[in-house]
């Protein structure tokens, strides 16, 4: 089945929103086992629509639209869509209660202005929408089934997944799999080097590589015939770059993360310099993480460091807040002060200013205290503020990760 | 003019990767003066790019196409547009020239696979690449002007500010103009009600709603020829819209709260709970901060909170860890402990677990001491817990703007 999306919307083309509903509807479609062919984005003109929705009628069994259906003036795609049908547009007694059961429910009482929302073109089946007031439409366009959503995220979403992905998946046939495997510490190219001659050029496995900053994704994707191929490839690779790979699909570093300290039953201190709180974040991002967490210190400081981690005066003035000796300090002292298993520290210079010939930009010293030892290394991080605090945050994240996983085994 | 932009990639119709890049070149060639008027994603696959490339051609002037310029047998950008324009592939000796010599900078020496990218079609115009190996190119297809450039998004930024706008500018007579003004604190239907009667029917300056949680983007656009009547436009909005609106145009947050800290002279310590560090990340974000931001304390146990912050354990028995009581304490405490002017927590259940019916997920209390004395409020924040610590994270750097502001008055 060809299969095609558009999205209508001026401030699309203007880039005041990023499209992230063409992402998710096919990212939704292929795990269903279907594949986008194309993608169109057009204004809200009425002539823009109509044509957009002529073309794509041409060459697609099905697409999947999104935009314009609200309750402004400038919401133009039912009227298009009439008129490509060839249709008048009538009121929608099911379209007309749903609006005043949910304005009933909300805002306790139908606004006047959301009235043009119960005029759908004659014959459409309606896509319900329990999130919003806008009412989708199913219609068929010389042939082509055109499924019409409102273009706000979350209701979108919902009425995708419980009417748009049931009524097409089951004429994908056989459909598509993938598998993603997530690695950090590595570069693409080395990735590449490590994997040479893994897959063959013929294998029916398709291999993509994905940058998420700071992350490395690499995507396996194949039809269901090779499913076993398609475990068996991403085993070979996973085995390749064990060391890199920390995670799988849905799996976040922090989700691993999380596991890694519930099994263990550890507890954790922070003492954060040039992240500022970064990495605190990121480990109570996580539901249930005062279970391991006790408690993180951002000492921007020196007195910070000195009074809340007790790192010697003497310490900073010799080697200067930025250098091994005081990250250890800031680890140990984080640890004695919260009486934790484990203790992480980060310490460096984010830019753009406070550089010099000895300790650039991006020199950072991460250490890690769990009262038998202190490991601390130096890093040399490029890139601006925000991509050095980025790349300490996660391989200080990435530590915690091997440190816990070698408790393991 | 007309004018479009294309997006190659299969992982783009697969949903792994967002395009960032169709939204960025829209706003970046709009705020050249030039709309685009439709964009166009295809897959790697040679036959839909020529099929792509000729529709686009037809009806545009221009078109900005991006992806399928790399080394990897799946990029066939480069073959797809000779075989539109009629010509043959060439080595191209600037492309070479500039292979060798990036590849010499940063890895040492140009990889085999890499020559490919020196093959250009026959009679194109490269386009500089400074910050990788793929060069971009110009083409004229059917009377259209073609600009390729590959995908990665920091090389397209640059190559894009570098040629294509230089070059497009010129011809986008007139013109577009926008003003954004960023708004906290208050819903899209009550921004919509307090602006009833503000902008006519008929007015030349467009009038758009942009939801960036928690944020509510207000974006006026108007063509040049009326840019004085879109600054009175966007002047009476303000006005009408004075206590909610924290910035205008690129200005975030950070960056205001940033100016009004150094303005001030004022010095901040802050104490975390439900946010566990997300505020000090915000703060820190902004280069400088360490002028006026002491420290931050991530007190996610009750002990950190009676250690750290001097919060007595008596009062956590007797209110609860996320009450009014603590939070005044916990900021009192900070501000002692840092010795800054200002300290802020907050203290809440971000849930999901956690909850009761007294203080039910969403619950979260911040407080501000300066010295004179502490401010303390109750907040009942929607959502899951993602949402609860972002709403609590942007009110608490409100709170701070609005103080910081009320001091210059």
Known sequence: MKIATLSIGDELL????????????????????????????????EEAIVAALRELSAGHQAVVVTGGLGSTPDDLTTKAAARVAGVQLEV???ALEHLGSFSNR???????????????????????????TACGFQLTLDGCRFFFMP???????????????????????????????????????????RLEGCLPADSPVELAYCVKF????????????????????????????????FGRDDETMDDVLAALFRKSGKTLALAESCTGGMIAARITRVA?????????????????????????????????????EVACAMATGARQAAGSDLALSVTGIAGPEGGSDEKPVG?????????????????????DREAVRGMTCFTALDWLRCYLLALQK
Chains 1, 2 share one sequence.
């Open 14 to 45: 203007t880039g005041e929103i990023v499209d992230t509903n063409a992402a998710h509807i096919a990212g939704r479609l292929y795990d269903a086992g279907v594949r986008v062919a194309r993608h169109l984005t057009v204004a809200d003109d």
């Open 92 to 94: 929608s007694a099911e």
């Open 106 to 132: 909300t805002t306790g009482g139908l606004h006047p202005k959301n009235l043009s929302q119960a005029l759908l073109p004659a014959g459409c089946t309606l896509i319900p929408n329990p999130l919003g």
């Open 151 to 193: 273009g706000v995220p979350f209701e979108m979403e919902r009425m995708l997944d419980d009417t748009v992905l049931p009524t097409l998946a089951g004429e994908g046939k056989g459909g598509w799999r993938r598998i993603t495997l997530k690695l950090f510490g590595i570069s693409e190219a080395a990735v590449a080097a």
């Open 214 to 245: 700071p992350e490395v994704h690499l995507i396996l994707r194949a039809d269901v015939r090779h499913l076993e191929l398609l475990e068996k490839s991403a085993a070979e690779i996973r085995g390749r770059l064990s060391a890199e790979t």
């Open 288 to 324: 249930g993480s005062s279970a391991y967490f006790l408690e993180g210190n951002v000492t921007y400081s020196n007195q910070a460091k000195s009074r809340m981690l007790s790192v010697p005066p003497e310490l900073i003035i010799a080697h200067g807040a930025v250098s091994s």
């Open 363 to 383: 020199t950072v010293h991460i250490a890690m205290a769990d009262g038998v030892s202190c490991r601390v290394e130096r890093y040399n991080f490029p890139g």
